[in-house]
Each structure stands twice: as C-alpha cells, then as structure tokens.
C-alpha cells in the first residue's frame, strides 16, 4: 500500500471485546476528516461509542457496511493522507447509502445555510473521544445517538427517574446537500424512513431549502397512509424461503440476529448456568419502618432525599464487609488450580433495564458512599445507561449486584448470578399483607429478598446471615443506620 495511505484498524473499545458492530458511518469516501473527528458509530457487547479518527486526510475507503460485525485489530478506514489524492477505486470502497452524496460542486449558500440550521436546529452534539471514555465537549463534529425513552431498573417507587435527554440527530461531517428542494444529511433520519416503510421522495422537507427533518418522518409515520417503500427482489425472496417453520408449521414473522448486548447477555447468562452451582434462600421482609422513615425524611427535604433502592444499597453495602465471602470472585487458571479472590473494595452494580437490553452499571467504591451519595450514583448510572454511553468500566466491574425486580410486578425471580460474581441479591415488590406484630394481626408493607450464591464460595450458613442481616436493617433501619 502506498505510503500515502493511512490504514485505521478497529481499537480494542474495552476490556479485551474481540468484535464491534458498525452501526452508522459517520463520514463518506471523499470526505476531508480531521485527527480526532468521529467517523464511525459503533455497538459494542457494552456500549454504544463513536470512533474518532487518528489521521487527517481524505477517505479513502470504508472497509465495512452498517449492520456488520467487524473485529477488533481489522481495518475499519483508509485515509489518504492531507495533500495526497485518494486512490482507491469507485468499485472496491463502500459507499454510505444514508448520507448525502457529495457532488464534488460546492453547495449554493443557500442549502450550506440549511445545513448550518439543520445542526443548530438539532443541537448536534460534539466532542473528540469514544462516547463514555472521556468529558463532553471539544472539536465540532461529535454527534449524539437518538435513543428511546426506557425504564432502568432501580427504582421501588421512590426514586425520581432522571430527565430524558432531547433526542438529537447527528449532523454528517465532510458531506454536501444535494442542490434540490428535498434533502437528507442525516443518516439516522434515512434510517427512520427505512425501518417504517417511508419514501423520502414523498415528504416535504420543513427545514430551510426544503431540509427532511426527524419531525418530517415522524409526521409521515404517523400519517394514516405513510407511503411505503418497495422491497427488493432479493428481500421478497428471502421473505418467501423463510416464511413457513418447518417443524412448526407457523410462518416466521420475525429474524432476529443475536448480537450486541443481547449476544452479550445470551453469552454470560449460559457461562454462568452452565459453570456456577447456584444455590437460592429467601425471606420476606416487613419493610414498613423503612418507609416510615423515608416519608419523615422527605418532609424535611423534599428534593434531597434518597430513594429507598439507596437505603436498600447501603445496607447490602454493609452486609458485604460483615460477610465477605459474597464479594469474591471463584477463578480456575489454565493448569486447572481454582482460587477464591477477595477485593478491598465493593462495587455494587445493579440491573437497568435499557431499549439495547438489560445492563449492569456499577457504582465503583460503594462501601464508601451513604445512601444520599448512593443514590445520587444511582441516578447518574441511571442516565448513562439509558443514554448508552456507560463506558466498559462502568458496566463490567461489578463485585456484587443488587436487582430491583419489583418493579415489574413480581415477588420473587430465580435470578442468574451475574458472571463472574458469585451472588445477586433480588428485591420485590412492596405489597400489603397481613403480618402478625407484637402478637397482633396487622396490615404491613412486606417484600421478599432473594439471594442467589455460589455454593463454592460459602455456605448456606454465610448467605443466610448476610441475608439476614439486610432484613434485619430493613425492618430496624433507624438502628441499623446507627450502627453503620
């Protein structure tokens, strides 16, 4: 390869992920690109980032489709270098479907002002590292991910979910509006279209020069007849092959690939059945002094009172120093020796429930933190997690993971360990039920805590005493706070 050709190999994103895969191209070939300019958006098994560009020059070619899995160490992009022309030929680099084509002609004023109004009006958002590896802000040209609103899983009904972000759509570096009255810049808008059947060539577009805005193909989504776009031959014939399960009978509605978090989680759940002898013990729990508690706290600061997943947290936070047999880590080395590791620490992490699938930030130094401080964290991992932009650290250093199910509706779960831990502790719903006190049948407000072990770190003895000891708090809190 020409010494003019600068070749960006796909980064190990964290903790030693083999593979990545390509959600959005972010720059076309032709395109100018800077050092540290976000060029492509990638999913990982724990995170969604931006890849940011080591070289400057233009591209050259893109070495990968949206959708494709790639691997960590192959090439992701050639650049060429500043001043030197981009050899590679039309038929051997990929093109990106959902940008704007560049004509090579400079944009008249007045579509290069529509584009400029397109990234105030959308807020694009900017920033020269991977999304969760470092701070906001930096060079122009970062970009922010739509996502869906979702439900995290930390919340018993007290905690105060934090504030949606805005939905942003990303503006395209390096690309130029086609000079006619309806145009795109936005990839993740040609994607909206094409995952609801919207022809772009129908809608109007309500940004300056006729720009096709988020809000257009929402609007055209939502319209009672939104017009829909054609398949292609090869997709009607792939629909056709695959429409009838042959040992079913049914027709398939739907192919799913496994990949992304999804693959991720589908990997650790059957790593940890598969080697983890799971053992389970459980005890219902009068949680009514909790409460109390909490309301008499939250008349005196309404706006800085923690929830009661923070309460809960602090006292599995203290339950773990007493019992630290359930804060290890079960290790068997290539010879096949097996050593039980121990940490001078707790990070407790906890289930969030995201639209990518279920993920576990943890809150790095717990044992150190008090409830106001763990549930501030909380809310913090909360958001990231939503957003997608929890970096690797974030999400895979966990020693211990408290899981909120309750706020499904249920009482109890069979949880899976959260390999390679070795226990989850499960909370649920709070209910009114009967409950004798002092001898006397009262109406009171009972959940039931599930602890899920591994039976080759301690024994039943050690997880029932751990367990007892957070009922114990929940049921005395005003002591057990004391104590702490």
Known sequence: MSSDMQVFKLPDLGEGLTEAELVNWLVAVGDEVKVDQPIAEVETAKSMV??????AGTVAELHGQAGETLDVGKPLISIARAGAAAAAPAA????????????GIDASPAVEAAAET?????????GN?????????????????????????VDLGAVAEPAAEPMMEPAVAGTRIPGRLSAVISPLVRKMARDHGVSLDAIAGSGASGLIMRRDVEAAISAPEAPAVAPSKAEVTAAAEGS????????VSARMPVRGVRKAVAANMTRSRSEIPEATVWVDVDATA????????????????????????RFVTAGLKKYPALNTRFETAVDGSQEIVGFDGINLGFAAQTDRGLVVPSVRNAHGLSARELDAEIRRLTAVAREGKATPTELGSGTFTLNNYGVFGVDGSAAIINYPEVAMLGVGRIIDKPWVVNGELAVRKVTELTLA????????????????????????PGGALADM
């Open 244 to 251: 009838v399960d042959s040992r079913t009978g049914l027709s």
């Open 290 to 313: 909790l409460l109390e508690m909490r309301a008499e706290l939250k008349k005196r600061a309404p706006h800085d009172t923690p929830g009661l997943l923070a309460f809960i947290a």
């Open 129 to 153: 590292v991977l999304i969760g590896y470092g701070t906001p802000g930096g060079a122009t040209g970062g970009r922010t991910r739509p996502r869906k609103a979702s439900v995290a899983v």
């Open 453 to 476: 072990f591994d039976h080759r770190v301690c024994d039943g003895e050690t997880a029932a005493g751990f367990l007892r000891y957070v009922a114990d708090a929940i049921e005395n």
């Open 118 to 126: 397109y990234r105030t009006e959308e807020k694009a958002g900017s």
């Open 92 to 103: 051997a680099a990929v093109s990106v479907a959902p940008t704007a084509v560049s004509s």
């Open 50 to 55: 931006e890849v940011p560009s080591p070289y």
